[in-house]
């Protein structure tokens, strides 16, 4: 059993930066693929990014490739998430969400085992 628990999210201005935090229970996290999704009112939830239990290597929607950064600390049990350049549409609460020894290039598709309560970000002048 893994518990997910996210933080950082806020209200931010067009063009601004967050950076989300997941901190993860458990003595096993760097065996977990993780992953962040977001919903939108009114809209399915999307995934966002993925990284490996290692960190070495990540997935990203292109929505938010070249924007957004997802990292892990596995000594922290602690995945991240650096948003910049943020807009209007990535308004949305975000999950995190993760899976053992899934490939970080189905993360986007199949979702996590276990997932967090949730963050809202809110981006808004």
């Known amino acids: 059993q893994v518990q997910l628990v996210e933080s950082g999210g806020g209200l931010v201005p067009p063009g601004g930066s967050l950076r989300l935090s997941c901190a993860a229970s458990g003595r096993t996290f760097g065996s977990y693929t993780m992953g962040w999704f977001r919903q939108a009112p009114g809209k399915e939830r999307e995934f966002v990014a993925a990284?490996?239990?290692?960190?070495?290597?990540?997935s990203y929607a292109e929505s938010v490739a070249g924007r957004f950064a997802i990292s892990r600390s596995n000594a922290e049990n602690t995945m991240y998430l650096k948003m910049n350049s943020l807009n209007a549409k990535d308004t949305a609460i975000y999950y995190c969400a993760a899976r053992s020894g899934l490939p970080v290039l189905l993360m986007a598709t199949t979702g996590g085992d276990y997932w967090g309560q949730g963050t809202q970000v809110t981006v808004s002048s």
């Open positions: 990284i490996s239990g290692s960190g070495s290597m990540t």
